[in-house]
Every structure is written in C-alpha cells, then in structure tokens.
C-alpha cells in the first residue's frame, strides 16, 4: 500500500470554525490531490499541488484552501466550514500528471453541525 | 463539457453470478482506469486501459476498452462476496492536464 495517511480520521464542528485536515505522505510524489466525495456526486476535486508552493483549484474550490510546505504534505483548509461542507475528504497523490495512477488515502470523515 | 456515466448504478447478485457494469462518456478517454472502493476507504487501483480494443484480466475481472475510446466494461466471473463495493471508472482529460473526472459509480453487492 502507498505511504498516504490522513488525519484526523474523523471530525465534527459547528458552523463557521475553521478546519484543517492533513495528508501526509512517505512516497516522495509529486502530485497531490483533494477530493470531496458525497453520496449521488462521486468524487469531486477540490484542489491540487504539482509541487511544493504549487497549487491550483479543482471543479469545487469554493469555500477551501489549500497549502504545501513540503514535498509530504497538504493540508486542506476550510475557512468557515459550512454544513454543506460536511463530507467525506480524500487525499491522493499521483508520480504522473493526470493520467497514472493514482493511489488514495482512507478518508477523513467531516461533520459540520 | 465531458459526462461520465456509469450503469448500473447499484446491482445485488448472488455469490457465483456474472456481472458486467458499464462506463460511458460523451469523449474521447485519455486514459481510463477503474477502482474498488469498499466502505471506510480510499479506491483502490484495479486497472488502467489506455489503448482503444484492449482488453485485460485480472483473475476473475476482464476489462475491455471500446475502440472509440469512448467507452469501457468490467465483467466479473462467478462473483464473490469480496468483490463487494463501489466501482468506480475515472478519466484523466487530455495530455498533461490534470481533469479527472469521477462518475457516481456502480454500487455492487454480492450475497454469499
């Protein structure tokens, strides 16, 4: 299994408090990605990096930020969470642009009360 | 705007039954590949198809890619309970970009 951990696991909050979810990785990719999956919708991209301090927005950005310090890190930021944030988040990360594979976290599970 | 349309949306068989779900787009597929996804965790890689006709198999699991490009299947042989989960057939858009594009998935459950 690729070396791709998330934390928390799980979250609850209440509306407009600031989140952060971490993934962090052992692989030394290049790529990282955050998606959001929900029940009728699959999985939507959020954000992505194509490196460290590279970073572009996915189809559903709004409402979230992103940041990579480090090659093993991105974190994902909601500024206010909002109960339309309540999902759940993966990370994945990918040594290819695109088109290879790409290996995915467990999950984190966020609910915003 | 490229669709994606997986079929059927959910299926329940029995243990032992063939299966086939289908993956639909209204594009032409870079690169397709098709996950697992059982409860409580990430997808996991099945297969990547890249060529338009190819077909390849993995045990039980036969995936074949229509020769358009437009189009792919999973049929699976005398299901068993393990290949219970989500099926799931993203596609990357275009060289070098970074749109890949998930559909809802086939919700597969099998009965022992």
């Known amino acids: 299994d690729a070396g791709i951990t998330q934390s928390p696991r799980h979250k609850v909050t209440e509306t407009g408090t600031p989140v952060t979810l971490r993934c962090h990785q052992t692989?030394?990719?290049?790529?990282m990605y955050w998606y959001r999956q929900d029940p009728g919708h699959g999985l939507r991209l959020i954000h992505y990096?194509?490196?460290?301090?590279?970073?572009d927005k996915g189809e559903v950005s709004d409402g979230y930020s992103v940041s990579r310090s480090k090659t093993e890190d991105f974190l994902l930021t909601l500024e206010s969470a909002t109960s339309s944030q309540t999902s759940v988040y993966f990370c994945?990360?990918?040594?290819?642009?695109?088109?290879?594979?790409?290996?995915f976290g467990p999950g984190t599970r966020l609910t915003v009360l | 705007t490229q669709l994606l349309e997986q079929s059927p949306q959910f299926l329940s068989i029995q243990e032992g039954e063939n299966l086939t779900v289908y993956c639909n787009s209204s594009?032409?597929?870079?690169?397709l590949q098709w996950y697992r996804q059982e409860p409580g965790e990430g997808p996991v890689l099945l297969v990547t198809?890249?060529?338009?006709?190819e077909v390849k198999k993995l045990k039980r699991l036969t995936f074949q890619f229509g020769d358009a490009r437009k189009d792919s299947s999973l049929h699976i042989t005398a299901a068993q309970p393990g290949d219970t989960g989500l099926y799931l057939c993203?596609?990357?858009?275009?060289?070098?970009?970074?749109?890949?594009?998930f559909g809802a998935g086939t919700r597969l459950f099998v009965k022992a």
């Open positions: 994945a990360i990918s040594d290819r642009v695109g088109t290879d594979t790409q290996y």
């Open positions: 692989e030394n990719h290049r790529y």
């Open positions: 990096s194509y490196g460290v301090k590279d970073t």
């Open positions: 594009s032409v597929f870079s690169s």
């Open positions: 198809v890249v060529t338009g006709g």
């Open positions: 993203p596609s990357t858009l275009g060289a070098g970009g970074f749109k890949t594009i």
